[in-house]
């Protein structure tokens, strides 16, 4: 794990939290699509998506 320290105005702050939900999100669909038998294990994309959330 590794810790940044970064200064970002509330707009940056803003666009990464954004950036952070649609990468979950595609994660989280991922998962769904797992489910169904398409890609990777289901379990992988939702272990990523909550490694997002957290």
């Known amino acids: 794990m590794r810790t940044l320290l970064l200064e970002l105005s509330d707009d940056q702050l803003a ?5 952070l939900e649609d990468y979950r999100d595609y994660f989280k669909a991922q998962a769904q699509e797992a489910s169904m038998g398409f890609g990777l294990d289901a379990e ?4 990523r998506a909550n490694e997002i959330q957290a």
Not at 15 to 19: R, T
Not at 44 to 47: A, N, R, V
């Open 15 to 19: 666009d990464l939290n954004d950036a």
């Open 44 to 47: 992988y994309w939702e272990s």
